[in-house]
Nanobody, 127 residues
Framework: QVQLVESGGGSVQSGWPLRLSCAAS????????IGWFRQTPGKEREAVAR???????AYSDSVKDRFTISQDDAEKTLFLQMHSLKPEDTGMYYC?????????????????????WGQGTQVIVSS
């Protein structure tokens, strides 16, 4: 059974860093896509960063060069290190996962519907 529990959100000033954590049980990194999404009121949930089953990271253009996604397989934890935060980074951040079927290519994670979610952790960046 997959369970995702986020932590680490908070309220910071523009330019500050913040690190989010996601305790991921029931997720085998080589068989799942796992990543971070965010949502603000009135907008759809958007992908922020993910790790594909082969370990490759991918980032949205808006966070590239500022955010780093990583995972600790031993601790079953996914991290999102955020630097140079901007007010537009404000939102509810969700950890997500989806099983990656054997034999499908790397594009699967980018285009499929993710179906496992945590409860979210709020990030507020003030100017």
């Amino acid at each position: 059974q997959v369970q995702l529990v986020e932590s680490g959100g908070g309220s910071v000033q523009s330019g500050w860093p913040l690190r989010l954590s996601c305790a991921a049980s029931g997720v085998t990194s080589s068989r799942f896509c796992i990543g971070w999404f965010r949502q603000t009121p009135g907008k759809e949930r958007e992908a922020v960063a993910r790790i594909d089953p082969d370990g490759s990271p991918a980032y949205s253009d808006s966070v590239k060069d500022r955010f780093t996604i990583s995972q600790d397989d031993a601790e079953k934890t996914l991290f999102l290190q955020m630097h140079s935060l901007k007010p537009e980074d404000t939102g509810m951040y969700y950890c997500g996962a989806v099983r990656h079927p054997h034999g499908l290519g790397a594009d699967f994670c980018a285009h499929t519907t993710w179906n496992y979610w945590g409860q979210g952790t709020q990030v507020i960046v003030s100017s």
